[in-house]
T-cell receptor, first 113, second 110 residues
Framework: EAQVTQNPRYLITVTGKKLTVTCSQN?????MSWYRQDPGLGLRQIYY???????DKGDVPEGYKVSRKEKRNFPLILESPSPNQTSLYFC????????????FGPGTRLTVT | DAKTTQPTSMDCAEGRAANLPCNHS???????VYWYRQIHSQGPQYIIH???NNETNEMASLIITEDRKSSTLILPHATLRDTAVYYC???????????FGPGTRLSVLP
């Protein structure tokens, strides 16, 4: 089954404790993105990747890092999480370019206290 | 990317067609119109996209006006499972800063 998986699905952590949210897709897609969703602000793009070792900043990249060492994986790294990073995070992948027919993961709900 | 405006919410009777409008008056020639939907807090789901011609797939139809300043997503026979937030996005296919606005909350009523 074609899918994008994210782990963990729920996470509560404390300020400053480094964490990684994993994202994996099994569709051999070149393009992958991370979004965060906050009430009243919609979904905003954090980082995107057009291929292995090719990443770039989206709309709200501050406080986040990403890496793309393999085509299937695109982890989101929070080196020093802060409460304003409490949000619902989605990973997405697509085949033709960044936006055509994106497949989204189920989401990761992160709370930073 | 062009800004889009959508009604905040709409209701539709089950079995009837749902017509969701979107205005994108500043859209540029190389920008597509994309529609996604999000059910509760699940990951958004791609529905359809188009450039200037009308498009149809198994989920919906997309009607784009000739001047491309607005479009309408049509769900031909809405079901309760179509209750969701529907997002209209205008973007070129590079897609950086692909922005989901507040969308339209569609409620399909029995």
């Amino acid at each position: 089954e074609a899918q994008v998986t994210q782990n963990p699905r729920y996470l509560i952590t404390v300020t400053g404790k480094k964490l990684t949210v994993t994202c994996s897709q099994n569709m051999n897609h070149e393009y992958m993105s991370w979004y965060r969703q906050d009430p009243g602000l919609g979904l905003r793009q954090i980082y995107y990747s057009m291929n292995v070792e090719v990443t770039d900043k989206g709309d709200v990249p501050e406080g986040y890092k990403v890496s793309r060492k393999e085509k299937r994986n695109f982890p989101l790294i929070l080196e020093s999480p802060s409460p304003n990073q409490t949000s619902l995070y989605f990973c997405a992948s697509s085949l033709k370019d960044l936006v055509h027919e994106q497949y989204f993961g189920p989401g990761t709900r992160l709370t930073v206290t | 990317d062009a800004k889009t405006t959508q009604p905040t919410s709409m209701d539709c009777a089950e079995g009837r067609a749902a017509n969701l409008p979107c205005n994108h008056s500043t859209i540029s020639g190389n920008e597509y119109v994309y529609w996604y939907r999000q059910i509760h807090s699940q990951g958004p789901q791609y529905i359809i996209h188009g450039l200037k011609n009308n498009e149809t797939n198994e989920m919906a139809s997309l009607i784009i006006t000739e001047d491309r300043k607005s479009s309408t997503l049509i769900l031909p026979h809405a079901t309760l499972r179509d209750t969701a937030v529907y997002y209209c996005i205008a973007s070129d296919n590079y897609g950086q800063n692909f922005v989901f606005g507040p969308g339209t909350r569609l409620s399909v009523l029995p």
